[in-house]
């Protein structure tokens, strides 16, 4: 069994910070990637963030330069530091982890609503 935890959600106003944490419990060897993805309502959830193994990032284009992605192996966690939010960032935020090849496990969601 493996379980993601998210926390760090919340209302913020526009131009404010929060920080995504998502700690990955369980029978978990090999974690690959890490990353964050978000769905606002009525449309498709997409990716946000991504972190390898190796500490390789990658962005949406929409984030670079205002979300910094990051990871402590030791404790299977992955965070998300959220800067300079605009309005256009609410959404249900979503942590992902792949497990060796295949196997991709998903968080319950987080709630980050930013306020204009």
């Known amino acids: 069994q493996v379980q993601l935890v998210e926390s760090g959600g919340g209302l913020v106003q526009a131009g404010g910070s929060l920080r995504l944490s998502c700690a990955a419990s369980g029978s978990i060897f090999g974690i690959n990637a890490m990353g964050w993805y978000r769905q606002a309502p009525g449309k498709q959830r997409e990716l946000v963030a991504i972190?390898?193994?190796?500490?390789?990032?990658n962005y949406a284009q929409s984030v670079k330069g205002r979300f910094t992605i990051s990871r402590d192996n030791a404790k299977n966690t992955v965070f998300m530091q959220m800067n300079s939010l605009k309005a256009e960032d609410t959404a249900v935020y979503y942590c992902?982890?792949?497990?060796?090849?295949?196997?991709?496990?998903w968080g319950q969601g987080t709630q980050v609503t930013v306020s204009s």
């Open positions: 972190i390898t193994s190796g500490g390789v990032t």
């Open positions: 992902n982890i792949v497990v060796g090849a295949v196997r991709t496990y």
